[in-house]
């Protein structure tokens, strides 16, 4: 981190920066806001200088044809950390967050989601001209060889532990041919490879794209698929068809396809995809414990069931083992997979009971932070609410007072898991109930959310909200 601040002091000239954690990826980069009461950039410690070197350059590429990613600042000189533009705190994922729990998406929510496939088409064509692609990582190309990595993972890592019985030959076959077809065709654009709405970011009401370190040259079809059809977005099919229909639309300066051979083609993709995706969520739940990946596979099977009410004659024996797949239950839960119960609640009516019957957790008091409630205008509101947000933000204190609680919670939550116990509790209390113990269980239940993908249970006692973090 110290090598963070030099890097700010050397671009912008000295200054008391201050820098706040930000929840992890799924790679092993860790972000932190940096801010000296005026200016924010977002600063960045990679372990892999080749990956870093790949999103920076492609960032100045496309920075430089005016397609809308963060402006890379600065770099050290052996890659491992640099400063990019702070795009805020709002990505499209957390814009679309109710219609994602409803299945029902507002038509604002639609047309956001519109607009970012929209902007797509811009970074796979333009984006291609004049790329240097022996940068791209781990490889330049969407190959033969990705694909069989892909596959092979859906094998192993989720047919295997799933418990489906097969047959290794005709299995192969099949992949082969399905390998084929998905390489034949114009692959000469930019692949994103991760496309989706966690990596899009919403500022002014406008899509701003990142994490694309992992693009290389490829086929248009693959960035739709992971779009469109991300495991847990739930986007009904009229929506999908209107998102579909937004790419096609913004694909025609670029290249003249016919909408009917796009969509089949498409549908290869999305099968390849959503067995990519499987393979992603039975690894990552069955081997590395994480239960959110594990919470993923019905999502995913969902996408599965859909595209196979047409089935794929040219790859009958994965037809075959795909239908019984899909009408085998997912894996279930390990018994010990941990929940974290985040409560906000009031000194006044006393601390939240432990439902476990463990005991243990953390009660932390956030009264010593200037109070939002002794001002009228903020009475009406919560913790939840942007006034309040923007008010204990402006100060600084709460920050202060989370990267404590993160740096006390989160080795306890590492060790839970580790140990395969199921229940943490962790509650915040404040006078009311009302703003500063609301804004700071918010806070941990996200960090807690993005960083371990663990389940989430939030709870504000004093505005009956309990929900489950999506």
């Known amino acids: 981190m110290e090598r963070l ?109 519109c607009k970012a496939i929209a902007g797509l088409p811009r970074i796979q064509f333009e984006g291609a001209q004049g790329l240097d692609f022996n940068v791209c990582y781990p490889d330049t190309a969407f190959n033969a060889r990705m694909v069989d990595f892909d596959l092979n993972y859906f094998k192993y890592c989720y047919l295997k532990t799933a418990g489906i019985e097969f047959k290794e030959i005709p299995l192969q076959d099949d992949f082969d041919r399905l390998r084929a077809d998905l390489l034949a065709g114009p692959s000469d ?68 396809t016919d909408g009917a051979a796009f969509r089949e083609k498409l ?90 019957g463990h005991g243990g957790g953390y009660v932390f008091d956030c009264r010593g932070m200037h109070n939002p409630g002794r001002y009228e205008q903020y009475r009406q509101s919560t913790g939840r609410d942007r006034d309040v947000i923007d008010f204990l933000e402006s100060r600084g204190e709460v920050q202060r007072f989370l990267d404590h609680v993160f740096g006390l919670v989160d080795p306890h939550v590492e060790r839970y898991i580790r140990r395969g116990f199921n229940h943490l509790q962790v509650s915040f209390g404040c006078t009311g109930g009302q703003h500063r113990s609301v804004y700071c269980a918010e806070a941990l239940a996200r960090h807690l959310h993005e960083k371990f993908r663990i389940r989430v249970r939030l709870i504000h006692q004093e505005q009956d909200i309990d929900l489950i973090l999506p």
């Not at 693959?222 to 977005?233: E, H, L, P």
Request: hydrophobic share 35%.
């Open 5 to 113: 601040l030099r890097l700010y002091e050397d671009c912008f000239g000295p200054g008391a920066a201050q820098m706040e954690p930000l929840p992890g990826s799924g790679s092993h980069r860790r972000y932190f806001r940096l801010t000296d009461g005026g200016r924010t950039v977002i600063g960045v410690i990679g372990t892999d200088p080749e990956e870093n070197r790949a999103f920076v350059t492609e960032a100045r590429h496309f920075r430089g044809k005016g397609i809308p990613v963060p402006e890379i600042y600065a770099v050290t000189g052996d890659g491992l950390c640099y400063l990019q533009e702070d795009l805020g705190r709002t990505s499209l994922y957390d814009r679309v967050a109710e219609g994602r729990k409803t299945g029902s998406y507002s038509e604002s929510e639609a047309q956001l989601l």
């Open 189 to 256: 654009t930019f692949l994103y490879r991760d496309f989706q709405a966690r990596n899009v970011m919403v500022r002014d009401g406008e899509p701003w794209y990142i994490d694309f370190q992992g693009g290389r040259k490829g086929p248009v079809w693959y960035d739709v698929a992971s779009f469109v059809y991300q495991a847990r977005a739930r986007y009904p099919q009229a929506l999908k068809e209107r998102l579909i229909h937004s790419y096609l639309e913004a694909l025609a300066p670029y290249a003249r």
């Open 267 to 356: 549908r290869l993709f999305v099968l390849f995809r959503t067995l990519q995706v499987l393979g992603a969520y039975g690894y990552r739940g069955k081997f590395e414990k994480k239960t959110y990946f594990l919470e993923s596979i019905p999502y995913a099977m969902e996408n599965l069931r859909e595209i196979l009410e047409q089935p794929f004659d040219r790859y009958p024996y994965l037809d075959a083992v795909l239908r019984e797949m899909a009408a085998t239950p997912a894996p279930p839960l390990e018994s010990g997979a941990l929940e974290v119960q985040v409560c906000s609640f009031s000194f006044r009516k006393g601390i939240p009971e432990d439902p476990s």
